[in-house]
């Protein structure tokens, strides 16, 4: 059964610092991974999709990349803001047709 | 506006009292599914749908219906709720099994006393 787990569980930063958060996963067959933004109390924002052919994917300060065979993807902010403390949330799409979900990381971007 | 709408946001019952999650898109996907998230467990998948009348069982299946009698809709059951099942659930869609990402609703706070 695939496994994803995301490390460190929580990070603090100064604000302006570059970023990486980290997701592995144990089965290598997948169709997609998905980075995901979650504020407290609310739904799951979607950030980033990269199909299993692609190597990364970028959306404005977010960077996302995907090494299949070793099984890890990185999300990248750039110049981090306090609007962007969130936890944030990894998912892969298995071959099964089901999705699994890292237990996130928790940002704090500190003014 | 696209989206995904669940209801209610909050539901506080008790133990056995047959209780319904709404679930509907406008977006025209076929795939959709349901999620619990609980403490230090993350988001686990109750079941999901591929298209009308096609559903199948996530990882958490155990005490939960589904149905996907129009492509809008999928509801989720819980016959006889109990403690357990104290959860923030989530509902999702995208637009095919293997296509486009997942878009979620804001969540249901169910609580079984």
């Known amino acids: ?111 | 506006e696209a989206q995904v709408t669940q209801n209610p946001r909050y539901l506080i019952t008790v133990t056995g009292k047959k209780l319904t999650v709404t679930c509907s898109q406008n977006m025209n996907h076929e795939y959709m599914s349901w999620y619990r998230q609980d403490p230090g467990l993350g988001l686990r998948q109750i079941y999901y749908s591929m298209n009308v009348e096609v559903t199948d069982k996530g990882d958490v299946p155990e005490g939960y219906k589904v149905s996907r009698k129009e492509k809008r809709n999928f509801p989720l059951i819980l016959e006889s709720p109990s403690p357990n099942q104290t959860s923030l659930y989530f509902c999702a869609s995208s637009l095919g099994v293997r296509q486009g990402p997942l878009h979620f609703g804001n969540g249901t706070r169910l609580t079984v006393t």
């Open chain 1, 1 to 111: 059964k695939q496994e994803v787990t995301q490390i460190p569980a929580a990070l603090s930063v100064p604000e302006g610092e570059n970023l990486v958060l980290n997701c592995s996963f144990t089965d290598s067959a997948i169709y997609n991974l998905q980075w995901f933004r979650q504020d407290p109390g609310k739904g799951l924002t979607s950030l980033l999709l990269i199909q299993s052919s692609q190597r990364e994917q970028t959306s404005g300060r977010l960077n996302a990349s995907l090494d299949k065979s070793s099984g890890r993807s990185t999300l990248y902010i750039a110049a981090s803001q306090p609007g962007d403390s969130a936890t944030y949330l990894c998912a892969v799409r298995g071959t099964g047709n089901q999705f699994y979900f890292g237990t996130g990381t928790s940002l704090t971007v500190i003014p």
